[in-house]
């Protein structure tokens, strides 16, 4: 019996390690944030994590090349337009380093491409891309067969970033599992969810 605990031990510890490092690395940073905004527009709430991660691995005052800033690595243009849209009060550059908002416009604008396009992988092409490319490629019968779903991206980069995207919505899925629809809960509630989760997997596949 001491044996069992002390194996058992182990293997949580193991476990709880494990889960440790996947939340550093594909973390529920800015939870209610995100949550809030995918309950208003109705979209999945792991695949806005995951576009965080792919887009600035939640670096909030990440710059990309092209001058897109913030979590979500909204541009200027796109940010002036959103805050129009979303009647963003006093609004400036600037306000694409503060979490709320640029989540806020960024989840706008995702939702905004995926009504356009109808088809995920067309949208996040556009997100990453711009719309003007997509509709071009749309257009043009060596990159899709229906004006709808881009059958090959020819940016390099665009098709990297749109599967990188769905790699990490997969991971959110199967690691948080229903756990990232629920507020505010700790590291340490998390951890003994997924400890529950994995004695209820044991149990049932014995």
């Known amino acids: 019996m001491k044996r069992l ?3 058992t031990m182990i293997i949580i510890l193991i476990y709880g390690s494990y889960f440790i490092t996947v939340s550093i690395l594909y973390p ?4 209610e944030i995100v949550l809030d905004n995918s309950l208003k527009y109705d979209m999945d709430p792991k695949l806005v994590f995951a576009v ?4 600035s691995n939640f670096d909030t005052n990440a710059v990309s090349n092209k001058g897109a800033k913030g979590l979500m690595q909204v541009s200027e243009t796109t940010g002036r337009w ?6 963003i009060d006093n609004y400036n550059d600037e306000l694409l380093y503060d979490p709320g908002i640029n989540i806020s416009i960024g989840t706008w604008y995702l939702n ?5 396009y109808k088809e995920l992988d067309t949208a996040l092409a556009a997100y990453n891309a711009g719309s003007g490319n997509v509709s071009s490629w749309l257009s043009d ?21 749109v599967n990188k995207v769905k790699d990490n919505t997969n991971i959110y899925s199967r690691f948080y599992r229903d756990n990232v629809y629920y507020k ?3 590291l340490f509630e998390e ?7 994995w004695l209820m997997d044991i149990r049932n596949n014995r």
Not at 52 to 55: D, G, L, N, P, V
Not at 112 to 116: A, C, D, G, S, V
Request: aromatic share 12%; proline share 6%; net charge neutral.
């Open 141 to 161: 019968p060596n990159y899709s067969e229906d004006g709808v779903k881009l059958y090959r991206i020819p940016f390099p980069e665009t098709r990297e970033y």
């Open 112 to 116: 905004l491409l995926l009504n356009q």
């Open 82 to 87: 959103g805050s129009e849209d979303l009647k």
């Open 5 to 7: 605990l002390t194996i």
């Open 52 to 55: 965080i991660k792919t887009e």
């Open 184 to 186: 505010g809960e700790s």
């Open 28 to 31: 529920l940073a800015y939870k």
């Open 191 to 197: 951890l003994i969810f997924k400890i529950r989760i």
